[in-house]
């Protein structure tokens, strides 16, 4: 007779193994249904915030080439471009390593976004990709060993035909504006070299208002007319530059009405009130922020002195320089920008009222 045919060892084994272990033990060694779900949804997820990232790299590239008309220098314009163009092919490049999936520094990248994009967090779309970013860092941090093993198998990816397209575009976007607003800046800078090339000290005889002023070059006259109280009073801005443009000389000149307006017949501390109150209004005119003033006098007669910061496109914030008196209805305001105060000094004693 034949004997029974002995099972394989492993086989046995085996059986050894499922007896000595539950059934419930052994499906806890492996994930459930509902765990392997949560984990396709956080793959989609951080998947989706590649694509988010992406997007926001196609903006700032836009971004790039819509700020450089915010300059009004070559420098600060190349400056700004280039610094949102490069964050914007970052994001782009990341974004699209990680929409791609299971790139090795797919967790580099998430964690690296969440905290470049915290500096960018003045708009609305930097902080949904910082909180997206960090959120998707902790999601593949949570994954199972098995999960995470998934993205050291893939080294590299291949970028898109469709987003090579649409970045193309984009960029050719940004350079065509960076082009046209650079044209125009060095445009403007020729006039203004050639302006001051030409233009020596100046000093300019200007009977409307009554006076006379050494400017640093020939100014440029503006009329304008202000409601004060129901009335019209007309003025004229006297818009002078210095040091290749980076620097202004003006004066401010009112003729308020006599018929509206008495400035003779008030008090010396009338009078301080009225030129603190339009030299208050003159500054805030110009956007800046008075950081000292005091009192002073012209000719006998109450008058203000006053430093004051302005933002400027070249720099972040310039010192500006103004004086403003009366001499019987007329008002002056003379103003400086970017300049020493011992050049504004000068420009306030080359005042002289008559012609």
């Known amino acids: 007779m034949n004997e029974d045919p002995q099972p394989p060892i492993g086989a046995v084994q085996q059986a050894q193994t499922i007896s000595t272990n539950p059934p419930a033990q052994q499906a806890s ?3 459930s249904n509902a765990k392997l779900e949560s984990i396709k949804k956080d793959i989609k997820k951080i998947k989706r915030g590649g694509f988010n990232t992406e997007l926001l790299g196609f903006l700032l590239i836009i971004f790039a080439g819509i700020f450089v008309w915010f300059s009004s220098s070559f420098t600060s314009a190349i400056i700004r471009f280039s610094v949102f163009a490069l964050l914007g092919i970052f994001f782009f490049y990341t974004g699209t390593y990680i929409k791609d999936g299971w790139g090795r520094k797919v967790k580099f990248f998430l964690i690296l976004n969440g905290f470049i994009s915290f500096f960018l967090c003045m708009a609305i779309i930097p902080i949904y990709i910082c909180i997206q970013s960090v959120n998707n860092h902790s999601r593949f941090k949570d994954f199972p060993e098995k999960i995470q093993a998934l993205y050291k198998e893939r080294k590299g990816f291949k970028i898109k035909k ?57 100014p440029s006259p503006t009329d304008f007319t202000q409601q004060i109280n129901g009335h019209t009073v007309p003025y004229t801005t006297y818009v002078s530059y210095s040091k290749n443009g980076s620097q202004d000389f003006d004066v401010y000149a009112y003729d308020w009405p006599s018929q509206y307006f008495n400035y003779n017949a008030e008090t010396p501390a009338q009078m301080s009130s009225t030129i603190h109150s339009s030299l208050t209004s003159i500054v805030q005119g110009l956007k800046g922020t008075i950081v000292n003033d005091k009192a002073s006098t012209y000719s006998g007669k ?21 004086k403003v008196f009366f001499v019987g209805n007329k008002e002056y305001a003379i ?21």
Not at 190 to 218: D, E, G, M, R
Not at 303 to 322: L, M, R
Not at 335 to 355: C, L
């Open 162 to 218: 469709n987003d090579l397209v649409i970045l193309g575009v984009f960029i050719l976007i940004a350079l065509v504006s960076f082009g046209i607003k650079e044209y125009e800046v060095s445009k403007t800078g020729s006039k203004n070299n050639t302006s001051v090339n030409k233009n020596q000290p100046s000093v300019a005889h200007l009977s409307k208002y009554n006076f006379t002023i050494t400017f640093p070059s020939t």
């Open 335 to 355: 103003i400086s920008v970017a300049a020493k105060q011992s050049d504004f000094n000068n420009f306030v004693n080359s005042f002289k009222y008559g012609s």
């Open 29 to 31: 060694t492996q994930p």
């Open 302 to 322: 109450p008058s203000e002195d006053a430093e004051f910061s302005v933002p400027t496109f070249a720099k972040t914030n310039s010192t500006g320089y103004i």
